[in-house]
């Protein structure tokens, strides 16, 4: 390993920094603590160089980088302390994993000789984060860190993307040293396949010409590979429709024609009728979870399946592959616009899924009572022309949003998908917004979301950062309530809310316009106010008794749904 000398001494915690700007990171969340004050003190030092946003949980911190990250497709760094530092950080971390989110996290440690000894603050970060990362890593060796952070932004940014955590013992951190060791990438187990076989791809071309009921499944993949263009274009060339994924919502535009809008247990007829006929579903990056699938014993039965996956490991996982295509989805797009168009003819077919399509569109009942959320959002949609990042929390209104919002581009949805973490909103809406300062960012933010990261409020006047926060509050854990309502005989055991607090009172101490929202009358003048360029918290008082629907109910098949409204 080559030994390059440095111009003068350095400490471990500026080849940190100098690492990071080196490999074009300059923007860190992060929360400090006694681990990583030599991290901190340089930090002091570079501060015109790299931004540090300070949180105020380091679960916020990490939720804060992956909403920059899924905002953008860069890399996401936070930083914080050893021990319940790093505990706290271990959600944000498993929700990156779940959901494919380039992220860096920086544990402190303990300095090394009191590793394994319990020292105060002490935790097992490479024991406990070993399931939940891509990969992870400890320095023992000032010299190996510009190596181990090089290596470590590569894995975390190639092939599928995923966090990787480095724990830093503080000692490390604070040597100084003359020399490092080239951080070169040598990685020979580590070689993601990129572009996909073109035997592999041309099959799926030819069973194409054979099939007489396609359909396209469009996952996070398409989105997380800039693939959104080359997947319209596939689309319209075969005049196939398009279902979405959650995570795959803005690939093909909600507005177009052949798209379907999302599938699975809260997606629309149209999507979950044509999963259920279709006789060849073409996979493009979605990992066929079980909220797509519903029963899948009962998916898609006379299907030819065709899955294309940057991960070897998703295909055949839980559907049946009868085309595995391992790569990255736009050259895998790239590759199928490359080659000769073949016949085909699905005019009935596409008759049969636009049918269900104009007479099944997601819908709801009007009410003077009472303002209707799914409205709420269909406003919102109108006053920002389809073109605002959407940010959400986890619940009812999460589907909501991915129901009733026109997205229009990939990334333009930025929520909790594999892991569905509640207080996953407020921190990734802040991190989305500060990468994207030039775009709207609007959060959709339940009751019980919002009480748990509520304090990364505090990061809105200080680092100016105007998102504004639509909270729709039914006083309860909504989603729960549902299916207490649904599935256990309307026992509603601790899913509502008889304490909560004054949430206007709580905007004014944190110094944000606030507006409660209670009169369906006025609900379209009264939402306007979101086009002011300021932080905002609109609370929106809703029905506890709302339900998402349609619904896939649990153990279930797609085209056994719940509430589906027919035109007359």
């Known amino acids: 390993m080559e030994k390059m000398i440095?111009?003068?001494p350095k400490t471990g915690s500026e080849l940190v920094l100098d690492t990071?700007?080196?490999?074009g990171i300059d923007r860190i969340f992060g929360y400090p603590g006694g681990a990583v004050l030599?991290?901190?003190?340089?930090?002091y030092q570079y501060q015109d160089k790299i931004s540090h946003v300070l949180a105020r949980h380091?679960?916020?911190?990490?939720?804060?980088?992956e909403g920059f990250a899924k905002s953008t497709g860069k890399i996401g760094v936070a930083l914080v302390t050893s021990g319940p530092?790093?505990?706290?950080a271990i959600t944000g971390i498993a929700d990156a994993m779940g959901d494919s989110v380039p992220l860096l996290v920086f544990t402190g440690q303990v300095a090394t000789p009191g590793i394994g000894k319990d020292a105060f603050q002490e935790a097992d970060v490479i024991g406990m984060t070993m399931p939940i990362t891509k990969y992870n890593y400890q320095i023992r060796h000032t010299e190996d860190i510009p190596r181990i952070i090089t290596e470590a932004v590569h894995i975390a940014t190639t092939g599928r993307p995923g966090p990787v955590v480095i724990d830093l013992p503080k000692d490390v951190s604070a040597t100084v040293v003359e020399h490092y060791h080239e951080p070169t990438v040598d990685l020979p187990s580590y070689q993601p396949t990129i572009s996909p076989n073109g035997l592999q791809v041309k099959k799926m071309l030819v069973q194409l010409s054979k099939s007489k009921r396609p359909v396209i499944l469009a996952g996070g993949g398409v989105a997380y590979a800039e693939a959104s263009a080359e997947l319209i274009a596939f689309a319209e060339r075969y005049q196939i429709p398009v279902v979405s994924t959650l995570l795959g919502l803005g690939t093909m535009p909600i507005p177009h024609e052949l798209s379907l809008g999302m599938g699975g247990m809260h997606g629309s007829y149209a999507s979950n009728m044509a999963l259920t006929d279709a006789d060849f579903i073409i996979n493009i990056g979605a990992r066929f979870d079980d909220r797509l699938t519903g029963n899948v014993a009962e998916f898609a039965k006379n299907?030819?399946?065709?899955?294309?996956?940057?991960?070897?490991a998703e295909i055949g996982k839980v559907v049946k592959t009868d085309i595995p295509v391992v790569g990255d989805a736009k050259k895998t797009l790239e590759m199928l616009l490359a080659f000769d168009q073949v016949e085909t003819d699905y005019a009935d077919w596409l008759a049969q899924v636009l049918s269900n399509k104009a007479r099944a569109p997601f819908s709801y009942d009007k009410s003077e009572d009472f303002i209707k959320p799914q409205e709420v959002i269909q406003y919102i949609g109108q006053l920002t022309d389809g073109e605002a990042i959407i940010v959400t929390d986890v619940g009812q209104h999460q589907m909501w949003a991915a129901q009733f919002y026109p997205y229009r581009y990939g990334r333009q949805l930025i929520t909790s998908g594999g892991m569905g973490t509640m207080g996953f909103g407020i921190p990734a809406a802040i991190g989305a917004k500060l990468a994207n300062p030039d775009k709207e960012v609007i959060l959709f933010v339940g009751d019980g979301g919002f009480q748990m990261t509520?304090?990364?409020?505090?990061?809105?006047?200080?680092?100016?950062?105007?998102?504004k926060v639509v909270l729709i509050n039914n006083h309860s854990l909504g989603m729960v309530r549902q299916w207490q309502e649904s599935f256990y005989e309307e026992r509603r055991s601790q899913s509502t809310f008889d304490d909560e607090p004054n949430f206007q009172l709580m905007a004014q101490a944190y110094a944000i316009a606030s507006y409660r929202l209670t009169n369906p009358a006025t609900l379209k003048e009264d939402l306007k106010v979101i086009k002011e360029d300021k932080p905002m918290l609109i609370e929106i008082c809703i029905s506890n008794r709302e339900h998402v629907l349609p619904m896939v109910p649990a153990g279930k098949a797609n085209h056994e749904m719940l509430g589906v409204t027919f035109n007359a």
């Open 58 to 65: 380091e679960q916020g911190a990490v939720h804060e980088a």
């Open 38 to 43: 030599p991290l901190y003190d340089t930090l």
């Open 20 to 23: 990071l700007l080196n490999l």
């Open 303 to 312: 299907a030819v399946v065709a899955h294309v996956d940057v991960d070897p």
């Open 85 to 88: 530092g790093a505990t706290n």
């Open 454 to 467: 509520n304090q990364e409020l505090a990061i809105l006047n200080g680092y100016g950062v105007p998102i």
């Open 6 to 8: 440095l111009n003068e």
